[in-house]
Nanobody
Framework: QVQLAESGGGLVQAGGSLRLSCAASGRTPSRYVMGWFRQAPGKERAFVAAISMNGVSTDYGDSVKGRFTISRDNAKNTVYLEMNQLKPEDTAVYYC??????????????????WGQGTQVTVSS
């Protein structure tokens, strides 16, 4: 079992920045590929970013490429999502997730074993 807890969400103006954190605990979090997903009202959960176990490989959804950066600190069992140049369409609940299925499944929410409770990000225009 892995427990995930997100923090860092809030209200920000368009063009601003936020940094989300995901604290992991339990069964060796460093052995999991970690991802961030988001879900806006009335929409399906969407892939935002993922990072490999060793942090070398990263991937991003098309809508956030060049603006968001995912990173991890395995010594602290924490994953981060740095969000810059935020837009109103980035408004959503952001979820941290962990998968033991491997990096090849990084963008598929159904392949993730564990999820956090989510943190709200609201971007005002």
């Amino acid at each position: 079992q892995v427990q995930l807890a997100e923090s860092g969400g809030g209200l920000v103006q368009a063009g601003g920045s936020l940094r989300l954190s995901c604290a992991a605990s339990g069964r060796t979090p460093s052995r999991y590929v970690m991802g961030w997903f988001r879900q806006a009202p009335g929409k399906e959960r969407a892939f935002v970013a993922a990072i490999s176990m060793n942090g070398v490989s990263t991937d991003y959804g098309d809508s956030v490429k060049g603006r968001f950066t995912i990173s991890r600190d395995n010594a602290k069992n924490t994953v981060y999502l740095e969000m810059n140049q935020l837009k109103p369409e980035d408004t959503a609940v952001y979820y941290c997730a962990a998968t033991s299925r491997g990096y090849a499944y990084r963008s598929r929410p159904n392949e993730y074993n564990y999820w956090g409770q989510g943190t709200q990000v609201t971007v005002s225009s």
